[in-house]
């Protein structure tokens, strides 16, 4: 069966601003994803983050091809995933917008792969990449994670466009 014929069996794809709202009823936790490349601190604000397998530890991020962050893990194939907890809000917001010098007064340090692990978060992750695949407008990167440290506190979390906090019932 070829390409055309396989298309004929499927409905149309859903209109882009109806998988806009409908996937926007998914709550997902706040996460910055940071890398270094050639001396350049690098990062974006992502809720496309995923456990994949715990043996070995792998996980997924999505980020868009048009940023720098993304070109930066595909040149060094290394990231953090910075969990952020639900006191950063501005935080997430500062690292959501293009072309802003993001790190300015931001207290973080390097992790042991060499990227920007953010201060005061709720946990990180630091990964090296094994895979990366293209879906859409993104960069889909499998990776092994290398260290992992969690602390104490709540998590920011995503919902239908904005930023609120996990309530526990």
Do not use: W
Not at 57 to 83: D, E, M, Q, R, Y
């Amino acid at each position: 069966m070829n390409v055309s014929e396989e298309n004929k069996e499927f409905s149309p794809l859903v209109e882009q601003n109806q998988f806009k709202h409908v996937i926007g009823h998914f709550a997902s936790g706040v996460s910055i994803i940071t890398v270094r490349n050639n001396e350049v601190d690098f990062g974006i604000t992502a809720s496309a983050v995923s456990s994949v397998s715990v043996e070995p530890p792998i996980l997924l991020v999505c980020v868009n091809k048009s940023t720098g962050t993304c070109h930066a893990i595909s040149a060094v194939k290394s990231f953090t995933v910075n969990i952020m907890n639900d006191n950063q809000k501005e935080l997430a917001l500062r690292f959501a917008r293009a072309n802003t010098d993001k790190f300015k007064d931001v207290n973080f340090s390097y992790g042991e792969l060499g990227n920007p692990v953010l201060g005061s978060i709720l946990a990180h992750l630091e990964c090296r990449v094994v895979e990366e695949v293209t879906g859409g407008t993104h960069s889909v990167f499998l990776a092994k994670v290398q260290n992992a440290y969690a602390a104490d506190g709540e998590p920011l979390v995503y919902y239908r466009g904005k930023f609120g906090q996990f309530l526990e019932g």
